[in-house]
């Protein structure tokens, strides 16, 4: 899809988006961005975390 882009057309695009957007709003997107990625990843290890602690309580309760 994106492969007919080149290096000025790329330039291009941006410069498109930063005069729709503005440069305070793109820092915000990227900001929450970055914030969302960080809790998707620590939800994940939370989920690996909970898992681990009630496979050692399950075994606790066998013996």
């Known amino acids: 899809m994106l492969q007919f882009l080149r290096g000025w057309e790329w330039i291009v695009v941006l410069v498109i988006?930063?005069?729709v957007f503005?440069?305070?709003r793109i820092g915000?997107?990227?900001g929450e961005l970055g914030k969302?990625?960080?809790s998707?990843?620590?939800g994940l290890k939370g989920d690996d975390?909970?898992?681990k602690t009630?496979?050692?309580?399950?075994e606790e309760n066998k013996e």
């Open 17 to 19: 988006v930063l005069l």
């Open 22 to 24: 503005g440069v305070g």
């Open 28 to 30: 915000k997107l990227g």
């Open 36 to 38: 969302s990625i960080r």
């Open 40 to 42: 998707f990843r620590e």
């Open 49 to 51: 975390a909970k898992d």
């Open 54 to 58: 009630e496979e050692s309580d399950s």
